[in-house]
């Protein structure tokens, strides 16, 4: 019997908001990437939206409850290149040419070595200068992913 949800009630913000995290896997060995233990479709989470009354993406669900709308027409960039992350802190939302613009190898699994490390700390320190307005800069050599990496 799927769950009933009354989005006109003064708590539906807070219940929905529980339904979602509860979600959430929170795993700092894991680079704090936050993964998604939902329904999955394709690579991505999917989670119920009681406003339109059908699933979407759960990166996007959860972006919108800590961070505030999307703007339309943009997409959210893994910038920690794992699809199940739902961590707002790993995401960036730009246009999708600039999504697949920055189409990186190795994407869809998860950041475990310690180049991985200093590659999602160089990267998330990169979308933070970019928030501030500045160009990004080029990946340094000792960062780059080689074919197999
Ligand atoms: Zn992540």
Redesign the pocket.
């Known amino acids: 019997m799927p769950r009933k949800w009354d989005v006109n009630s003064p708590d539906f913000t807070a219940l929905y908001r529980a339904f979602v995290f509860a979600r959430i896997e929170r795993d700092p060995g ?5 993964l998604w233990r939902g329904t999955i479709s394709g690579d991505y989470g999917t989670c119920f939206d009681p406003l339109i009354n059908r699933h979407r993406g759960a990166h996007r669900v959860v972006w919108e409850l800590e961070v505030g709308p999307i703007a339309p027409g943009l997409v959210l960039d ?3 290149t ?1 699809k199940l ?1 739902v ?1 707002p802190h ?1 995401l960036d939302a730009v246009p999708p040419s600039e999504n697949s613009r920055r189409g990186r190898p190795g994407v869809s699994r998860y950041w475990r070595e310690e180049k991985d490390r200093k590659r999602l700390a160089w990267a998330l320190d990169q979308l933070k200068r970019m928030r501030e307005g500045h160009e990004p800069q080029a990946i340094p050599k000792n960062l780059r992913l080689a074919r197999d990496d």
């Open positions: 894991l680079n704090d990437c936050w893994h910038v920690c794992n992350c961590n790993h």
